[in-house]
């Protein structure tokens, strides 16, 4: 089924839960809460058009960039710093999370991407694949570990910094009560962390925590 009954969204989605009945629904790929359709970043959140036909004819004409390689459908699933570049209009933007909910933020750096680390195996030939946050699994030998942090070049798709988890580095709240808010790593405990966040310490659980410097 192509839409969801829009009751049924997630929370995380800015949009109401009143109006119509169902709703677009993102393609397989991405965990619903931190990902969202194409349709509503560009109808709903930049106001790119007024309609879903309209965008589907924007996005036919190759208009729209997502991370460096343009789509074709408007039920893309787009989530956390994804890189969105308006051709015609020369605009980039970057999904971020604002007072708990999905938003955009204007941005000039659409040549790379923080991606966070959630899993990583040893394939045949000793080869490492590295499992990001936003779906994609890419293949290196760079020394890394869970819940750490990769920058990204979005041209040729290689690692070209590190973020480890460790205290001090900054990170970015993506769970919780505190989702959207950034703060300073403390302490590193067992499954959590003590973070820093104007002049709390609060604990958070390091699956909640995006490293981003």
């Not at 039920?75 to 980039?92: E, P, Q, R, Y």
């Not at 999370?97 to 899993?119: A, L, P, Q, S, Y």
Request: net charge positive.
């Amino acid at each position: 089924m192509s839409h969801l009954k829009r009751i049924a969204m997630p929370k995380s989605w800015p949009i109401s839960r009143s109006g119509t009945k169902y709703i677009t629904k993102v393609r397989p790929g991405r965990k619903d809460e931190f990902s969202i359709p194409a349709l509503i970043v560009l109808r709903d959140m930049l106001n790119v058009a007024d309609t879903k036909n309209e965008i589907r004819k924007i996005i036919s004409m190759k208009e729209i960039i997502v991370n460096g390689r343009t789509i074709s459908d408007y039920k893309s699933a787009l989530g956390l710093f994804d890189v969105i570049t308006l051709n015609s209009m020369g605009k980039n933007y970057k999904i971020i999370f604002r007072n708990r909910k999905m938003d955009v933020e204007e941005t000039k750096e659409t040549d790379k991407k923080i991606c966070k680390i959630i899993g990583k195996k040893i394939l045949s030939g000793k080869k490492q694949q590295i499992n990001l946050f936003d779906g994609r699994n890419i293949i290196s030998n760079e020394k890394v570990k869970v819940n750490d942090s990769v920058v990204l070049s979005l041209k040729d798709k290689k690692i070209t910094k590190i973020l480890p988890l460790k205290e001090k580095a900054d990170v970015y709240i993506i769970g919780g009560k505190h989702i959207g808010e950034k703060g300073t790593i403390e302490k590193i405990e067992t499954n959590q962390a003590i973070i820093k966040i104007g002049k709390n310490d609060v604990n958070i659980k390091l699956g909640n925590i995006f490293v981003i410097e």
